[in-house]
């Protein structure tokens, strides 16, 4: 029974780690696509959001708007606290970086610096084939453990 155990937990892991490995793959190419055909523009702090996480520890969020070229609002999050160390406050500008065919996929961008986007979905990339790795791993051991 304990064999049984084992290659279960095995493909449950191989699961686990081939899902996170597709998220993060879907993820660096929107974040790609997102920098290669990307509108800049600046935004302002709407409000501020006060939040807690799943262990009821507080965080906040800066909800960003900006304006799309038909006269919408486009709205994005940021995190409450600028790069360097400093709270956003209802009223400040902020940039942002929005797709025009999909305006609800936006983020701020560090004021003054181009992202590092090359840098942002080399480590995706890389955290993808290292869960892909960890899926055939866990597969292979749960099947040689079972024969």
Known sequence: ???????????????ATATLSVRLARKAVRSLGLHRRGVRTTGRVD?????????GNPYARALVAFELPDQRTGWTDAP????????????????????????????????????????????????AAVAAAGAATAAWLALALRG
């Open 1 to 15: 029974m304990g064999g049984l155990a084992l290659v279960l937990v095995g493909l449950v892991t191989a699961a």
């Open 47 to 55: 409000s501020i959001r006060h939040l807690e996480d799943s262990e």
């Open 80 to 127: 409450w606290c600028r790069p360097d160390g400093t709270a956003y406050a209802p009223g400040d500008r902020v940039p942002v970086l929005y797709d025009p065919q999909h305006p609800t996929r936006a983020h701020t961008l560090p004021p003054g610096r181009r992202p590092q986007l090359r840098v942002r979905a080399g480590v995706l990339a890389l955290l």
